[in-house]
């Protein structure tokens, strides 16, 4: 426990990026967990549809503008006295990443991965590598730079950085893949396994000794966001997770994405973060937010399905401000 706060006192929380479905999400985990926190949430948008879920919030500038937002943060540490701080976007995670010995100063935890596997699964072509390198099954990807014929069409282009499914393409032809090379300064082509109806996001979770993983069949939308999740219980999704966690030395949460194939599960993508699908997940018993909070609190972790099927919709709502 976080010697600073007094026994019975709640932790104080900043999750940032409380607009975005992560951050609204992970807003519902904490107040679904045995800790009960006091929640400070900021987001680049004053009118950010978690700022009506959290106790204190604040309009943040971007990630990008470094000293800024390090002064911005810095004067919510003082005056809010945060335990922890969450960070739901992959600007802000990059953020963090690059000052954690600012933050150790403040005797604040952040809630982020190790420096290998976020700068490894935040860019897409070294997420590959890191597979392939461990031995794990991967897609064939390539540099757009550097593509000619080396794959069949139809491939999937996508920006070498960037969040989840954003600019991610079917090109079907040579024409489509010049189209690419003009509008992407760095992308990669990568084939195109498996299909939709048989693509898995897998949440994984280690305290550094225990790896739990869940996973789910899914559909997206057409944002690149989940929908639709049906709970699926299988013996070599879970061998993978664990192996992978072990790979990259995880102490905390990631989340990777899988297709099923006539050759098995081949992951395609890892996230460095915690993901879209945190609240499907916490529902169905992994509580992988909670979890992360345990870890430095010390306390014991056990995961306890609470079903071996089910399905999650994703649904839309409304929020209003300044009602008179």
Same mark, same amino acid.
């Not at 400070?40 to 937002?69: H, N, Q, R, S, W």
């Not at 150790?104 to 490894?120: A, G, P, Q, Y």
């Not at 300064?185 to 280690?206: C, H, K, R």
């Not at 879209?276 to 870890?295: A, I, K, N, P, Q």
């Given at each position: 426990?976080?010697?600073?706060r007094k026994?019975n006192?709640p ?11 992560i ?8 107040k679904?967990s045995?800790?009960k926190?006091y929640l400070i ?5 004053l009118y950010a549809?978690g700022?009506?879920e959290?106790?204190l ?5 971007l990630a990008a503008?470094?000293e800024k937002?390090l002064?911005f ?13 969450i ?8 953020f963090?990443d ?9 005797n604040?935890?952040v809630l982020?991965?190790? /420096?290998?596997? @976020?700068?490894?699964?935040l860019? $897409?072509?070294?997420?590959v %590598?890191f #597979?392939?390198n461990h031995?794990?099954p991967y897609?064939k990807?390539?540099?757009l730079?550097?593509?000619s014929t080396?794959?069949?069409?139809p491939v999937?282009?996508k ?5 989840g499914?954003?600019?991610?393409q079917i090109?079907?032809?040579e024409?489509d893949i010049n189209?690419?090379?003009k509008?992407y ?9 498996g299909d939709?109806?048989?693509?898995y996001?897998?949440g994984i979770f280690?305290?550094?000794k ?20 049906e709970l699926?219980n /299988?013996?070599e @999704?879970?061998?993978?997770?664990? $192996?992978?966690?072990?790979? %990259?030395n #995880?102490?905390g ?6 297709r099923k194939t006539?050759?098995?599960f081949i ?7 915690l993901s ?7 529902f169905?018993?992994?509580r992988?937010v909670e979890?992360w ?5 010390g306390k014991?972790i056990?995961y306890r399905?609470?079903y071996?099927s ?8 409304e929020?209003?401000f300044e009602?008179?």
């Amino acid at each position: 426990m976080d010697s600073a706060r007094k026994i019975n006192e709640p932790i104080r929380i900043l999750i940032t990026g409380v607009g975005g479905d992560i951050g609204q999400s992970v807003i519902k985990c904490l107040k679904e967990s045995s800790y009960k926190p006091y929640l400070i949430g900021c987001d680049i948008d004053l009118y950010a549809a978690g700022k009506k879920e959290v106790d204190l919030f604040y309009e943040a500038p971007l990630a990008a503008l470094t000293e800024k937002y390090l002064y911005f943060i810095g004067n919510i540490l003082v005056k809010e006295n945060c335990n922890y701080i969450i960070p739901t976007t992959e600007q802000e995670i990059r953020f963090y990443d690059a000052n954690r010995e600012f933050f150790e100063r403040k005797n604040v935890n952040v809630l982020i991965n190790n /420096n290998l596997i @976020i700068t490894t699964f935040l860019n $897409k072509y070294g997420t590959v %590598c890191f #597979l392939k390198n461990h031995g794990f099954p991967y897609p064939k990807t390539y540099h757009l730079s550097e593509f000619s014929t080396e794959l069949e069409f139809p491939v999937i282009i996508k920006p070498e950085i960037g969040r989840g499914s954003k600019g991610v393409q079917i090109c079907h032809n040579e024409e489509d893949i010049n189209y690419f090379r003009k509008k992407y300064d760095s992308a990669i082509v990568q084939e195109l396994i498996g299909d939709p109806d048989n693509e898995y996001t897998v949440g994984i979770f280690s305290d550094g000794k225990i790896v739990y993983s869940i996973a789910f069949r899914r559909y997206l939308d057409e944002g690149g966001r989940t929908k639709f999740a049906e709970l699926i219980n /299988n013996d070599e @999704i879970d061998s993978l997770a664990r $192996k992978v966690a072990r790979a %990259c030395n #995880l102490v905390g949460s990631i989340n990777m994405q899988a297709r099923k194939t006539n050759k098995g599960f081949i992951p395609f993508e890892i996230n460095p973060r915690l993901s879209s699908t945190v609240y499907f997940r916490h529902f169905f018993g992994f509580r992988d937010v909670e979890w992360w909070l345990d870890v430095y609190e010390g306390k014991h972790i056990e995961y306890r399905k609470k079903y071996q099927s089910g399905i999650a919709i994703r649904t839309f709502d409304e929020v209003f401000f300044e009602l008179k």
